[in-house]
């Protein structure tokens, strides 16, 4: 099938985010076609340039934090705390469709680039603030990284077991996720832009982000009025549903229907199992898992993960292995779905990253360009403003790019 142009081909970003949940939701814009233009300090930019394990590359102001969330952009170094700054950034904003920004609730206003301000230069501007907590509330002015939103949404609390509780998700989950409702959420404002030609502000929340993905375990308690149960690796909402141990690892299994126990059973040669009064109801064999987990274990040990993954998926039974993060990233299916892409960075190398992880069959989302060297496309952007060489030169040497 004929591809066309990508879905936001035309689209213009001022991307003046750092660190993840705002590079990521303007990466996700910038995959699909958006021109996503960084603006950056001009000291060191995005502090996420100084983030990663690779000494040699935080000194080059391209660490492997950035490196993760940043191909498809331009970079564009402005002190906007400056009035030749803040003039071109005005500048900016009036041909632009979009602003991002993740600073705490009023400091653009307090830069004199709030968006009161930038609404009269472009009334079609979306401007998205990404924070913490939000711009408005008792909370609004405090700072948040991802692991104080863990702790003050919940996530924390229902993670672990009775040994390990509280327990943070091992990566940032807030950030990435509010950088999600965030392009979600500018998605959104433009299909409203197209219709009624009105732009608009958007305040998204880490804590509020965070919190509906938890929306199961919270409806036991809001509607349920039972408290989240520490249980570790099993599902609340079966039996057998969690982690098993096998003879060479462990795995995955999600029995969550009445056929699916009854095949397990058959699987691990156990008929016994199926009419023993404590297993043979759903939510008998819940209150029993205690009792159930170790007689499973018993024959697992007996034989390979990845055997028992084959014979319990053969039965129509969710089962998987639980793989390292090397052995995940290289599984046949990631490869197959070119869920990583493969981008050469200047000085860097080759590199992989992800890519869009939603597959169009007409607007394909593709890496087109490297993360960018700080300030790359200063002559290019800023030229587009009608700035010559000598004006670039002069702004430079006083710091202004």
Same mark, same amino acid.
């Given at each position: 099938m004929t591809k066309t142009k990508r879905i936001l081909e035309g689209i213009q970003v001022l991307d003046l985010t750092n660190v993840l949940s705002g590079p990521f939701a303007s990466l996700h814009l910038a995959l699909l076609g958006a021109e996503?233009?960084?603006?950056? #300090?001009? /000291?060191?930019?995005?502090?996420?340039?100084?983030?990663?394990?690779?000494?040699?590359? #935080?000194? /080059?102001?391209m660490g492997t934090s950035f490196l993760a969330q940043n191909s498809n952009k331009k970079s564009v170094t402005l002190n906007t705390k400056s009035p030749e700054g803040k003039k071109i950034f005005k500048d900016l904003a009036r041909k632009a469709d979009i602003v991002i920004e993740n600073f705490r609730p009023g400091v653009m206003d307090r830069l004199g680039l709030?968006?009161?301000?930038?609404?009269?230069?472009?009334?079609?501007?979306?401007?998205c603030a990404i924070s913490g907590f939000g711009q408005t509330g008792p909370d609004a002015d405090k700072p948040a990284y991802d692991q104080i939103i863990q702790g003050l949404s919940g996530e924390m609390a229902v993670n672990g077991d009775e040994r390990l509780s509280p327990l943070r998700a091992g990566f940032p989950i807030c950030d990435t996720v509010g950088g999600l409702n965030a392009a979600f959420a500018v998605m959104a404002a433009l299909f409203h832009r197209q219709k009624t030609g009105e732009g608009q502000f958007i305040d998204?929340?880490?804590?509020?982000?965070?919190?509906?993905?938890?929306g199961w375990v919270a409806a036991n308690l809001l509607i349920g009025g039972q408290e989240p149960q520490l249980m570790g690796n099993d599902n609340f909402t079966a039996a057998p549903s969690g982690t098993f141990r096998t003879l060479d690892g462990f795995i995955n299994i999600a029995a969550n229907k009445q056929e699916q126990w009854e095949a397990v059973c058959d699987v691990l040669e156990l008929p016994a199992l199926k009419t023993d009064p404590r297993f043979q109801e759903r939510d008998?064999?819940?209150?029993?898992?205690?009792?159930?987990?170790?007689l499973l274990e018993a024959r697992l040990i007996q034989k390979s993960a990845s055997d028992w993954v084959e014979a319990l998926n053969a039965k129509d039974v969710p089962s998987g292995e639980i793989l390292s993060l090397k052995q995940a990233l290289r599984q046949p299916q990631v490869e197959h779905r070119g869920v990583l892409q493969k981008v050469d960075v200047p000085e860097v190398g080759p590199i992989e990253v992800f890519g869009l992880t939603a597959l169009f069959d007409r607007t394909a989302a593709e890496i087109t360009s490297p993360p960018p060297k700080l300030g790359q496309h200063n002559a290019e952007v800023?030229?587009?403003?009608?700035?010559?060489e000598s004006q670039l030169a002069e702004f430079k040497k006083n710091g202004i790019i």
């Open positions: 996503v233009i960084k603006i950056e #300090n001009p /000291r060191d930019g995005d502090l996420a340039r100084k983030l990663g394990i690779v000494p040699d590359y #935080n000194k /080059r102001l709030g968006y009161g301000v930038l609404r009269e230069i472009n009334p079609r501007l979306i401007y998204i929340a880490l804590l509020d982000s965070i919190m509906p993905l938890m008998t064999r819940k209150k029993n898992r205690k009792e159930l987990t170790p800023l030229g587009g403003l009608g700035y010559g």
